[in-house]
C-alpha cells in the first residue's frame, strides 16, 4: 500500500492514538502542520479508500482507526527503499551514511552490538 509523506503524518497521529475524530487529528497536526481542516479531511478520505483506515459512526462524527499496522508499513518502506537504491541489499546502505559521515558514535555502537548478536545466532 503507498503512503504518501501528507498520508504518514496522518497516520502517524492514530498510530499514537485510536480512535479520533476528523477534529482530534486537526489538532494533533495543528503544532508540527500548517494544513487547512479541509486537507486534512481529504487526507482522512484518502486513507479510507486505500483502506489504510476505517471509521466508525459515533452519534454525528466519524472516527478514525489505523487497518494498516506501523510495522508492516515500516517494513514495505524499507523493503522498497532498499531494492530502489541499493539492489536490496543492506551493507550498501550503511556505506552510504559511513562515506556520508552520516553515521553517529552511538549508530556504530548500535551496529556492533546488532552484528554480535546476529554471529551469536541469537536473531
Do not use: C
Amino acid at each position: 500500500m503507498q503512503i504518501s509523506e501528507a498520508e504518514s503524518a496522518v497516520m502517524d497521529v492514530l498510530w499514537r492514538q485510536q480512535p479520533l475524530a476528523a477534529e482530534d487529528v486537526v489538532a494533533a497536526l495543528a503544532d508540527s502542520r500548517q494544513w487547512q481542516e479541509a486537507t486534512i479531511k481529504t487526507l482522512l478520505n484518502r486513507l479510507l479508500k486505500k483502506g489504510a483506515i476505517r471509521a466508525s459512526k459515533d452519534g454525528r462524527r466519524y472516527l478514525y482507526s489505523p487497518v494498516l499496522q506501523r510495522q508492516a508499513w515500516m517494513l514495505g518502506e524499507s523493503q522498497g527503499l532498499l531494492e530502489r537504491l541499493f539492489d536490496g541489499r543492506v551493507a550498501p546502505l550503511v556505506a552510504h551514511f559511513s562515506e556520508h559521515r552520516k553515521l553517529s558514535r552511538k549508530d556504530i555502537a548500535e551496529l556492533r552490538k546488532l552484528l554480535e548478536e546476529i554471529d551469536d545466532g541469537h536473531r
